[in-house]
């Protein structure tokens, strides 16, 4: 989290900081020893055409169904980019590694996208170049964003019984004793449980692959549609106050709670998603 937060700084998709971004979490994926590869895409229309890429690191598993792990590895250009998405990058980063050498019911593929703030074009990349069998060989997609600074810390995920991420996400929490809930449904338009279509998780939602998704912030203030982050200070992500400096001083001990939690929940997910807990077709 904090080479890419500091070592490069803020990563706007199409820069070179966030081509820098790119080569760092490559050479994590390739340390880590996963089968890492580079998927390269453009977005936007000559004279204004962008160069962005997806980077991929495969862990084989028991089965050849699979689960997808991503997070958006680029920023805005206000603050370093530390909670949206440095955090999101360090926790699938911290998992991968824990995961090296167990051996998990299904393969997992680790994606960090790029341009997800410009558009999502990074994800929605990705799922368009999916063939039908992959898409059905895909077990659910997990999403992190945003997962440092926010007042409280949720997992979200189908309504239903695609909802299975989710709820077994909130059967870990409560037996490690973590303080990760849900959305509560207070507003009417993101039922108890779910969330808006705004990060990485809604191509493969609308593909049809169940999702679940990590974040913290506060559906219970401001218009209880979980932009609004915080009691203290609102929202953080994209301005100047997206800082190590600024979340330490303000928030002493929630970044570090915050992503051993979250780096927890998605680690016992991965080895616990399996055969009998994930609902067929």
């Known amino acids: 989290m904090n080479h890419l937060a500091y070592e490069i700084g803020p990563r706007v998709a199409g820069t070179e900081n966030e081509r820098k971004a790119e080569q760092y979490v490559k050479s994590q994926f390739e340390k880590i020893g996963l089968e890492t590869s580079v998927q390269k895409f453009s977005y936007g229309s000559s004279p204004s055409s962008y160069d962005s890429s997806n980077v991929i690191g495969f862990k084989q598993g028991k089965s050849s169904e699979q689960i997808i792990v991503g997070a958006h590895y680029d920023s805005v250009s206000a603050g370093k980019g530390v909670d949206d998405n440095a955090s999101g990058v360090g926790v699938l980063l911290e998992a991968a590694e824990a995961l090296k050498n167990v051996e998990t019911p299904y393969s997992i593929v680790f994606i960090a996208f790029g341009a997800e703030e410009v558009g999502l074009k990074g994800s929605n990349y990705y799922a368009s170049q999916m063939k039908e069998d992959e898409i059905k060989q895909t ?111 303000e928030f002493p001990g929630r970044i570090k709670e915050h992503l051993s939690s979250f780096s927890v929940v998605l680690t016992e997910l991965l080895k616990s998603l399996n055969g009998t807990n994930t609902p067929k077709g």
Request: aromatic letters at 10%; glycine letters at 14%; hydrophobic letters at 30%.
């Open 139 to 249: 077990i659910g997609m997990i999403n992190l964003d945003s997962l440092a600074v926010g007042d409280n810390m949720y997992v979200y995920g189908n309504e239903g019984e695609k909802g299975f991420i989710r709820n077994l996400a909130l059967e870990i929490a409560r037996e490690k004793n973590l303080n990760v809930g849900t959305n509560p449904g207070n507003n009417i338009e993101f039922p108890k449980g779910t969330t808006g279509d705004w990060s990485d998780h809604a191509p493969f939602k609308a593909l049809g692959i169940p999702y679940g998704y990590l974040e913290a912030t506060n559906w219970e203030i401001g218009d209880q549609d979980g932009y609004t982050q915080t009691v203290k200070h609102g929202g953080v992500w994209h301005t100047e106050n997206d800082t190590l400096e600024f979340i330490e001083r």
